[in-house]
């Protein structure tokens, strides 16, 4: 497990979201003001790239295609929201974002492998 | 047939004909299965079914893009029983009583039609038992001659209704609207699914109302402003409306919507945005009540509301391009929480 530089944090404007591609592992850093989330770039509803359809604001993060929304400061589910959000870790260093990227994180409706079927509901 | 589904929050049966689908049986019977269409665009109502078998009506159905056929996966507003089956829908879902609103279907014969545009017709369904159902709903049409189901809005709102009116707007390649426009269809029978949607008004939450709305979707805001105006809403609220039409000529219903301004001392503001020519005036020629602008409606409503957006709830409803845009303007401009937003979005 290692830190990985994504980005400069001038490179994320407040209440904005933007895509990056480290080592290959694509990734989205939020900008919520009150900090920064790295996380998968895809809804976990129904794949929409959140790149495109999330807006923050208010430190939730929504995707506007159904209105899905997250808390970035706590990461809960807010309204009808009925899975969560996964990250990476971040930290803050000399002016760049680092994220912990193990392994690409994935939500089950991508695992085109599986073969026990248990893919298709959230693990909450 | 005997329907088991299991869901994120429990295990639910119902009875559903081969002749019926999954989620329009478990809907009448309570379920709050997920949907949104209802008729195969959207895919919120993606189930599994892991034993039994089903008809898919619309096998090409857009709402299919992201599921895994292979799978068993099925849009449930398209599969149709051919036997018992356990279905996986992964969703919350729990089970309500209906107090007489739980969708239902019911045969409608079609009268009062009426041209209101080039390409917009007003009509109305004369139901075989009444409805009740809430501004801003809306059911789903089939009709014997047209293969699959249209969802449209209701204009109209109310308890025990026995007539349903709708405009629908003439779509290049559309089978139903097609059918409405090349058709003598007064008195022809189809069948009504409803009431569906959620993307309703309830005037005890007391809010500011925001509407936009982009051509037919128009029906479910008059509805809503119908609502509050009957029960004197604008007196302590106010209103905006943003109605998105190509042209000048293209605006229907322009006449209500300028009575319902004009009773409301100006807390009800209407607009109309013209998407495709300059507006010749600042104010409709003859609809002195109502505000033109150029432009998306969804721009429209940003210039306009900027800073407006005060303890309100956003209505969105039209051509899904437009309901997106809207839908951004109302979570990042407007700022407003997911709950106070509500829309539909048709194709």
Known sequence: MTWKRVCKVTDVPENTVKKFTVDKVTLLIANYGGGFRAIPPLCPHMQEPLEESGVIANCALTCTKHLWSWDLSSLDMLGETERPLQSYEVKLENGDILALIDKELVYEFEDEDDIKDDDFFSKA | ?347
């Open chain 2, 1 to 347: 047939m005997k329907i088991t589904v299991e869901t994120n929050s429990g295990v639910f049966d119902f009875e559903c004909e081969a002749t019926d689908k999954l989620l329009y049986a478990g809907l009448t019977r309570g379920l709050t299965l997920p949907y949104e269409c209802a008729t195969g665009t959207c895919g919120t109502c993606r189930g599994r079914i892991m034993q039994g078998s089903a008809h898919i009506d619309w096998d090409q159905a857009p709402g299919f893009a992201k599921l895994k056929r292979d799978k068993g996966d099925v849009l449930m507003c398209q599969a149709r029983p051919s036997s018992d089956c356990l279905v996986r829908v992964p969703a919350r879902v729990v089970a309500r009583s209906g107090c007489g609103t739980l969708p239902q279907h019911r045969t409608a014969h079609i009268d009062a039609l009426r041209k209101l545009t080039r390409d917009v017709v007003h009509f109305e369904l004369a139901l075989s038992r009444p409805m009740s159902f809430e501004a801003g709903q809306f059911v789903v049409l089939e009709a014997p001659e047209v293969k699959g189901g249209r969802a449209y809005s209701m204009v109209n709102f109310g308890r025990e209704v026995d007539r349903l009116v709708f405009v629908i707007k003439q779509k290049a390649g559309g089978a139903f609207s097609d059918w409405v426009f090349r058709n003598d269809i007064a008195g022809r029978t189809v069948d009504v699914f409803g009431p569906l949607g959620r993307a309703t008004f309830h005037p005890k939450e007391g809010k500011n109302i925001l509407c936009i709305a982009g051509g037919s979707g128009i029906a479910g805001m008059l509805s809503i402003i119908e609502r509050a105006a009957r029960e004197d809403y604008f007196r302590d609220h106010t209103g905006h409306v943003f109605f998105g039409v190509r042209t000048l000529e293209d605006g229907f219903y322009l006449s209500e919507l300028c009575d319902f301004a004009a009773q409301t001392e100006g807390r009800l503001k209407v607009t109309l945005a013209l998407s495709h020519e300059q507006s010749p005036a600042a104010v409709h020629p003859e609809f002195p009540h109502i505000r033109l602008m150029d432009g998306l409606v969804a721009d429209a409503a940003q210039q306009t509301m900027s800073g407006r957006y005060d303890n309100m709830v956003g209505f969105v409803a039209g051509p899904p391009i437009m309901v997106d845009g809207a839908l951004r303007v109302l979570i990042r401009e407007a700022r407003l929480p997911p709950q106070f937003v509500r829309y539909d979005k048709f194709s």
